[in-house]
C-alpha cells in the first residue's frame, strides 16, 4: 500500500499540466440573479445569488481571482453559473480534483495577486505554479477522508434548512391573514455604531457574508477599513437591504458588528424576538421590500416603507408559537456550530494530510457525495 509519508513518492508538475480545464467564468447580468432561481452563480468569494440558467455541471476547485480575498479555493460538485471572478480548476488523469482543491487551498495563493486597489489573480499566473503530487492511490483516498466530512457540513445545513422553513409553515399556518398591525409596532432599527475598526472577523457581518435564499451567515471575505459599523447583540434579526430579492436573512447568536448596508432589526419584546425573525423570513416580507426599493443596479430597499409592512398582533395568544420558534432557532445555532466545528476541524487536517503526516492507507472507498459548494 503506497504511503504518504514518503516524500520520494511526491512528483512535481505545472498547474497547467494536471489540468483539464483551468478557466474564469462568464460574466453575468445583474438582470439575471434572483433570489429563487434553479442554480447557484459562483463568484470569487462563493455564492452571490441563484440563477435560472448553468455554465458548469461537473466537479472543480473554485478559485476567487478578484478582490482582497483573491485566491481563497472552494471544492465545488453540482451545476452551477461561475462568474468571471471564478477561476474553474478540473484535474486530468493525474490529480483527484477534491484532493487539489484541498491542496490549492493550502498554498496561500492571494499572495500572487497584484499589489494595487483591487487586487486580482490571472489564470496565467496560476498556471504556472508549482504542485507536488502522491500518487492517485494517496490522493483518492484524502479525497474520500474529506469529502466525508464536506458531506457532514452539507447535511447539517439542510436540516437546518428544513428546521427554518417547517417552522415558517408552520407560523404562517398560525397568522393566517391577519394584519393588523405595522412592522414599527413590535420592533426598531438598531442604530448603534462604532467604528468599522472594531469590526472581528469572526462576528463581522457584510451584504456579501449573509447568504442568498435565506441560506443564514458565512464569514465575511473581508473586514472594513474605514467608517462605522453597526453594533447587533444576540437575538436581532439582520437582512441585507442590497438587492432585497436575494433574500439574505440571519437570526443572530452572538453579538456583534455588521455593515450599514445590514438592517438590523430588534425586538421591542424580546420574548418575541423569534417570532420577529420568522415574520421576517416570509417571503411576503421580501416581496414588500423589493416593491420599495430603490435604484436600479443595486437596489437599496426603503427603510421606512419596510416598517409599515402588515402583520399580526404580538400577544399572549402567541405564547406557544414563540416557544416553538424559540426551540427551532436553539436547534439551528447547535446544529451551525457543529457544522464550524467540523469545518475547522477538516481545516485543522488538510496540512497533516498534505504532508503524509496522517496515515490515509485504511480509509474506505468513495461514496456519493451531494453536490454543494464546500469552504
Not at 436573512?249 to 417570532?275: E, Q
Not at 426599493?293 to 443595486?298: C, V
Request: hydrophobic share 35%; with cysteine; proline share 3%.
Amino acid at each position: 500500500m503506497t504511503q504518504l509519508g514518503d516524500v520520494c513518492n511526491f512528483k512535481e508538475w505545472k498547474l497547467a499540466e494536471v489540468c483539464d480545464r483551468l478557466s474564469s467564468g462568464k460574466v453575468i447580468r445583474s438582470s439575471e440573479l434572483t433570489g429563487n432561481g434553479a442554480y447557484p452563480v459562483i463568484g470569487g468569494n462563493g455564492e452571490r445569488g441563484r440563477t435560472e440558467t448553468y455554465n458548469f455541471d461537473g466537479e472543480c476547485a473554485v478559485v476567487g481571482r478578484q478582490g482582497a480575498n483573491c485566491g481563497n479555493t472552494r471544492f465545488f460538485k453540482g451545476k452551477a453559473y461561475m462568474t468571471e471572478h471564478a477561476v474553474v480548476v478540473q484535474g486530468n488523469e493525474k490529480v483527484n480534483t477534491r484532493y487539489l482543491a484541498a491542496l490549492l487551498s493550502t498554498m496561500h495563493l492571494g499572495q500572487l495577486s497584484a499589489q494595487s486597489a483591487q487586487p486580482g489573480l490571472s489564470v496565467k499566473t496560476l498556471a504556472k505554479q508549482t504542485v507536488a503530487l502522491p500518487p492517485r492511490e494517496v490522493q483518492d483516498r484524502i479525497a474520500i477522508l474529506l469529502t466525508t466530512i464536506d458531506d457532514s457540513i452539507y447535511n447539517i445545513n439542510q436540516t437546518n434548512g428544513y428546521l427554518l422553513e417547517m417552522m415558517d409553515a408552520r407560523c404562517k399556518s398560525v397568522f393566517g391573514n391577519e394584519r393588523d398591525c405595522a412592522l414599527n409596532a413590535v420592533c426598531s432599527y438598531v442604530g448603534d455604531k462604532t467604528s468599522a475598526l472594531n469590526a472581528e472577523s469572526s462576528t463581522y457581518v457584510s451584504t456579501e457574508s449573509l447568504i442568498a435564499s435565506k441560506g443564514g451567515r458565512q464569514l465575511a471575505a473581508s473586514l472594513p477599513k474605514s467608517g462605522k459599523a453597526t453594533v447587533y447583540k444576540a437575538g436581532d434579526t439582520l437582512v441585507s437591504n442590497i438587492r432585497p430579492y436575494f433574500k439574505k436573512i440571519w437570526f443572530a447568536d452572538m453579538d456583534g458588528t455588521c455593515s450599514t448596508d445590514v438592517l438590523v432589526f430588534r425586538a421591542k419584546n424580546p420574548s418575541y424576538k423569534s417570532l420577529l425573525f420568522f415574520t421576517l423570513y416570509n417571503d411576503d416580507f421580501f416581496a414588500h421590500l423589493v416593491a420599495g426599493s430603490k435604484g436600479t443596479k443595486m437596489p437599496r430597499g426603503d427603510k421606512n416603507q419596510a416598517m409599515h409592512y402588515g402583520i399580526p398582533t404580538f400577544d399572549e395568544s402567541l405564547k406557544q408559537l414563540a416557544s416553538q420558534a424559540n426551540h427551532v432557532l436553539a436547534l439551528v445555532s447547535s446544529n451551525s456550530h457543529q457544522a464550524k466545528a467540523l469545518a475547522e476541524l477538516r481545516d485543522a487536517l488538510l496540512p497533516k494530510l498534505m504532508s503524509g503526516e496522517i496515515d490515509v492507507s485504511k480509509v474506505e472507498l468513495p461514496t456519493q457525495a451531494n453536490s454543494h459548494l464546500c469552504g
